[in-house]
């Protein structure tokens, strides 16, 4: 099955900006759904951000929004999270989700995605 990739985790202060990104090799980019998840220890899965396959329409979690863009490079098969504001409670592990999937209507659950990336850890400190 193919396998997502992260990168660009790393350590920053509380405010600043930081970009991770997800490549997807294998099968085609532009018919998948994609998402960002993020995780902490203890505590579920949870939903971040996700884009259609055009990249045309977005979705947030309400602790992201307004701080976190989601877009997305077809040639290319990237995925982007643009990440402003960081704060403390944003450290997780960050996980690259997929599915092929025409349209945006199940895109917040972690059932709704059949591809996972191996996650990159963002630690914001105060």
């Known amino acids: 099955q193919v396998q997502p990739v992260e990168s660009g985790g790393g350590s920053v202060q509380a405010g600043d900006s930081l970009t991770l990104s997800c490549t997807i090799s294998?099968?085609?980019?532009?018919?998948?759904?994609v998402g960002w998840f993020r995780q902490t220890p203890g505590a579920e899965r949870e939903f971040v951000a996700a884009?259609?396959?055009?990249?045309?329409?977005?979705a947030f979690a309400d602790a992201v929004q307004d701080r976190f863009a989601i877009s997305r490079d077809n040639a290319r098969g990237i995925l982007y999270l643009q990440m402003h504001r960081l704060k403390p409670e944003d450290t997780a592990v960050y996980y690259c989700?997929?599915?092929?999937?025409?349209?945006?209507?199940?895109?917040?659950?972690?059932?709704?995605?059949?591809?996972w990336g191996q996650g990159t850890q963002v630690t914001v400190s105060s």
């Open positions: 989700a997929a599915v092929p999937r025409g349209g945006f209507a199940a895109y917040r659950e972690r059932s709704d995605y059949d591809l």
């Open positions: 884009t259609n396959r055009a990249g045309v329409t977005v």
């Open positions: 294998g099968d085609t980019f532009t018919d998948y759904t």
